[in-house]
Nanobody, 128 residues
Framework: QVQVVESGGGLVQPGGSLRLSCAAS????????IAWFRQAPGKEREGVSC????????KYADSVKGRFTISRDNAKNTVYLQMNSLKAEDTAVYYC?????????????????????WGQGTQVTVSS
C-alpha cells in the first residue's frame, strides 16, 4: 500500500514562507504523480499543485501561481511545496496525495477524486 506523509506546517506571518514535505513510499511503478491539496474550515478541499515524478511536469492552481513552487527529489522519494508570500487566505490543512499515472500522462487538473492515496494533513496558519 502506497504511503504518503506530510510535514512542515506551522504558524507564519503574512508575507512569510514555509516549505512542506511529502515523503512517499511503497510505489510499485516509477510513474506516479504527487499533489498538494488544502482545505480551509467550512470549505471544500481544493487542488494546489501537482508534479509527475518521471519528468517533473507541474501544474498550479491560479491562486498560488507565482508564489508556490512544487519540486521533487526522487532519490529521497520526497516532494516539496515551497510557499512564499503567504496570505491569510492560504490558511488551511494541507494534504499530500498520490496516484499512479501512465508514462505520457500530463497533469491538466488537480482533482480530489483522481488521487487514491492520502496523507493525514498538516496545518498551515498565516496570521500576525
Amino acid at each position: 500500500q502506497v504511503q504518503v506523509v506530510e510535514s512542515g506546517g506551522g504558524l507564519v506571518q503574512p508575507g512569510g514562507s514555509l516549505r512542506l514535505s511529502c515523503a512517499a513510499s511503497r510505489f510499485t511503478s516509477n510513474f506516479y504523480a504527487i499533489a498538494w491539496f488544502r482545505q480551509a474550515p467550512g470549505k471544500e478541499r481544493e487542488g494546489v499543485s501537482c508534479i509527475t515524478t518521471s519528468d517533473g511536469s507541474t501544474k498550479y492552481a491560479d491562486s498560488v501561481k507565482g508564489r508556490f513552487t512544487i519540486s521533487r527529489d526522487n532519490a529521497k522519494n520526497t516532494v516539496y511545496l515551497q510557499m512564499n508570500s503567504l496570505k491569510a487566505e492560504d490558511t488551511a490543512v494541507y494534504y499530500c496525495a498520490a496516484r499512479y499515472v501512465s508514462r505520457l500522462w500530463v497533469p491538466r487538473s488537480i482533482e480530489v477524486n483522481d488521487y487514491n492515496y492520502w496523507g493525514q494533513g498538516t496545518q498551515v496558519t498565516v496570521s500576525s
